[in-house]
């Protein structure tokens, strides 16, 4: 490379990667956004548009016959020609890679309006051009399908080309709309149709395959180092542009150790803009720092920042250059990292003094990995501040120590990081700071930067605690919103979507009530909460009876709260579980009581729906509950498969016999202990039967109350056949699964849907909804007197 009469050598890869840039999203975004307005329109208001169009053109269709024809004719030249004059710039331009992606452009825009109802219909255009010439080319002008084409193929081409030939050829593709006006007077709809899907087409095909870097401006940059004082002589490629800047060594003139160049793309930092927007939105306001506008601005920020440690003497790099150059690159420039990076066998004590004089001057670095922090001269210095913050927060200098704490104990331990923060910072301000010790609160940097990441912050968590004389370290919450609060978000609309058909019935119910008899109702409601009583023995039992057994009977309604309004009853069991923990209960025997009650339960219940299905089989009619041979096929095959799965995917094997073969052994091992011990059995067994049996005497007290003839024996197999699809349902509580079996069953055995449909209403609202509505407060309760 030859600058300014000196030849300087450069060595390395500086061929630029395909990007894909916000840019790229955003145009899929929009163009999507267009043809669904597009579409929808064409559907509802198409007769209001071209009456519309037909207003306009009468206004501004001022050209003769003569004058028409003319323009169809040069506009349709220009137009045919267009596709062909982009192919010859990319061929100019040498984008020989862009060729397949632009030919596939073309050819999807044209194929997805070609379909039709009656398969595919081809394009029909003709060159008889013994018809009139303007005939000939409106057909081209008319149909969508070349214009979809020409559309798509600009969108792909135009982050190639020079931006003055993209502006002429959209100009000239989107003048379409006027001259049809002036000319045809009405835009054919199907036109703007086009338009939308090339254009979509074009954008998808864009994100996938991908937008150019530019040229990288070597020269300018080698210009601007020499404003600076900086005579580069050789160039040397240290790591290639990708996501992060294209990064090379500059040997320098008059200087030993070569200088550090960083040059930053325009489209080297895609979606960083969108990341900082979601973190925003997904962080507290106190978490993030304020929004970098540009890339430009965010390499400032990093070189003003390392500028201002660098005075502290605590920077192991110096700023030599930072520089705007030409097509939207910038340069920044900086020595060569003092020091080696932090390891196990450097004295853990120096990166905390470095970082109690970072926060003494109300810095914070926030990004504090190994690699990011070096030692030079026995002193820590460090390296990377594009996390940094001049004037930081509280919250910004406790996220720092949680940071390093995590390192730290990486690196050398849990007890002498520990002990060096605390020396450092003070007993009370590493306590504080531990609260962020948790795995969401660490930055993902941190996590990739850490092995064991769960190990490090846990043991660190624990060294704390033992080091502080702290009980417990309260979590901070660090997000506005958290990935199980959006579950169940979508989950809450799901619910109401299952749930609808039957709130649509509920002025019917009420109707219904006015007849019922209440004394069934009040019976069914008393054996309903006797079920409460039931579970609690139960549980009281696989706990070896060492808990409160009038607190625990407390606990099963809110245990009804928390297993409705999760999917599975997953919340019911962990609130089990620390029920238990707070009662003394350590969390191996809490776990093992839970997982052995849901045992005998299942046992008992599967028990129960043998028997029960036996007896109402010699009085009743079960073809109704048996599938057919077809689905009883399916379902056989598909439990193959998942047995062949898991036996031939080594992955799930080594899942089945290292986390689900130990607890299962566990289990199996309770199992056999309860036998030799028939009175506990038995009263774990009481009261997991009368959990069953009371929810089918809920439901036949329910059908009673409205007048409903059917037997017991009946009612319990339509039970628990709704209890194990409730189960199964991923809504919680099961809603609308459950309502749905427990109606089609009492139907199946000849309840009328009028007896059939409020009997199950009210079941529900006993043993489901106005627990849940009891649940909340109680549950409120507890955690106030420390019991969950």
């Known amino acids: 490379m030859r600058v300014d009469g000196r030849e ?102 044209i194929l997805a309006l070609s379909i039709t109802a009656n398969g595919i219909a081809a394009p029909r255009w003709h060159f008889d051009l013994f018809d009139r010439l303007n005939t000939t080319l409106s057909q081209f002008l008319d149909d969508p399908r070349w214009i979809a084409m020409l559309a798509a193929m600009l969108t792909v081409s135009g982050p190639w080309v020079p931006a003055r030939w993209r502006r002429w050829w959209w100009t000239l593709l989107l003048a379409f709309v006027p001259i049809h006006l002036v000319v045809s007077a009405v835009v054919p709809a199907r036109s703007v149709l086009g338009l939308s899907v090339g254009w979509f087409v074009g954008a998808l095909t864009v994100l996938l395959v991908g937008t150019p870097a530019l040229e990288v401006p070597l020269v300018e940059a080698v210009r601007a180092l020499g404003r600076r004082q900086v005579t580069v002589t050789a160039m040397q490629v240290l790591r290639p542009a990708g996501p992060g800047p294209l990064v090379l060594s500059a040997t320098c003139a008059g200087s030993d150790e070569p200088a550090v160049v960083e040059l930053y793309g325009p489209n080297q930092r895609s979606g960083g803009a969108l990341r900082q927007i979601w973190r925003y939105l997904r962080l507290r306001r106190n978490e993030t720092g304020p929004l970098q506008t540009s890339m430009r601005r965010a390499v400032e920020h990093r070189a003003l920042m390392t500028i201002a440690v660098d005075d502290l003497g605590l920077s192991n790099t110096t700023t030599m250059a930072v520089a705007a150059l030409d097509r939207g690159w910038t340069l920044y420039a900086h020595t060569w990292p003092r020091g080696d990076a932090l390891s196990s066998d450097d004295p853990v004590e120096t990166a905390w003094e470095s970082l109690r004089q970072l926060h003494d001057h109300q810095i914070a670095h926030g990004d504090l990995r190994a690699v990011k922090i070096t030692l030079d001269e026995d002193k820590a210095r460090f390296g990377g501040f594009d996390n940094s913050e001049y004037g930081a927060s509280d919250t910004q200098l406790q996220s720092d120590i949680a940071q390093l704490l995590v390192t730290t104990t990486a690196l050398h331990g849990a007890k002498p990081a520990v002990t060096a923060a605390i020396t450092s910072f003070g007993r009370d301000t590493v306590l504080t700071a531990s609260r962020r010790l948790t795995k969401s609160a660490m930055p993902q940097r941190i996590r990739k930067s850490v092995i064991d990441i769960k190990t490090s912050v846990t043991s660190a968590r624990d060294e704390v605690k033992r080091q502080t004389g702290a009980d417990q370290i309260q979590t901070e919450t660090i997000t506005r919103f958290t990935r199980n609060q959006l579950i169940q978000m979508v989950l809450l609309v799901a619910l109401v979507y299952v749930a609808y058909p039957f709130i649509s ?135 193959l498969g998942v047995v062949g799965t ?61 007048g409903g003839d059917v037997s017991f024996v009946t ?29 089609g069953g009492l139907a199946a055995f000849g309840v009328p849907a009028a007896v059939a449909v409020p009997s199950v209403l009210l079941y529900r609202v006993l043993t489901c909804w106005l627990p849940v509505f009891i649940g909340w407060p109680v549950m409120r309760w507890l955690t106030r007197n420390d019991m969950i």
């Open 8 to 109: 300087i050598t450069v060595a390395g890869r500086l061929l630029q990667p395909l990007t894909r840039r916000t840019n790229d999203i955003l145009r899929l975004a929009v163009a999507t956004v267009l043809l669904a307005v597009v579409i929808t329109s064409s559907l509802i208001t198409r007769n209001d548009w071209v009456g519309l169009e037909k207003s306009i053109s009468n206004i501004v269709g001022v050209l003769t016959p003569t004058q028409s024809n003319l323009v169809y004719l040069a506009y349709g030249i220009t137009i045919l020609a267009l596709p062909f004059v982009i192919l010859i710039g990319l061929i100019i331009s040498r984008q020989f890679k862009l060729l397949g992606a632009y030919a596939a452009a073309g050819m999807v825009s």
């Open 646 to 706: 898991f036996m031939l995917v080594p992955k799930a094997r080594r899942w089945l016999g290292t986390e689900v073969g130990p607890r299962l052994k566990e289990v199996g091992q309770d199992l056999a202990d309860l036998v030799r011990e028939p009175k506990r059995l038995a009263l774990i067994v009481l009261g997991c039967g009368a959990t069953t049996l009371g929810a089918a005497l809920a439901l036949w007290a329910s059908v009673e109350a409205f």
């Open 715 to 743: 009612v319990t197999v339509v039970t628990m056949i709704g209890g194990t699809l409730a189960s199964a349902a991923p809504t919680p509580g099961g809603v609308g699964a459950v309502e749905a079996a427990l109606i």
């Open 505 to 639: 019935t509920v002025p019917a119910f009420f109707a219904e009530l006015r007849t019922a008899n209440w004394w069934w109702a009040l019976l069914g409601l008393a054996v309903s909460a006797l079920t409460y009583v039931g579970a609690a023995a139960a549980l009281w039992a696989c706990a070896s009876e060492q808990v409160n057994f009038k607190n625990l009977t407390i606990m099963q309604v809110a245990n009804t709260f928390a297993a409705t309004t999760t999917p599975a009853g997953v919340g019911g069991l962990a609130l089990s579980t620390r029920f238990l923990q707070k009662s003394g209960l350590g969390t191996v025997r809490a776990t093992a009581a839970v997982a052995l009650q849901q045992s005998v339960q299942v046992i008992t219940h599967v028990a129960l729906l043998i028997f029960f299905s036996a007896v109402a089989g010699a009085s009743a009619n079960l073809s109704h509950f048996v599938p057919s041979a077809t689905v009883l096929y399916l379902i056989a095959g598909a439990a």
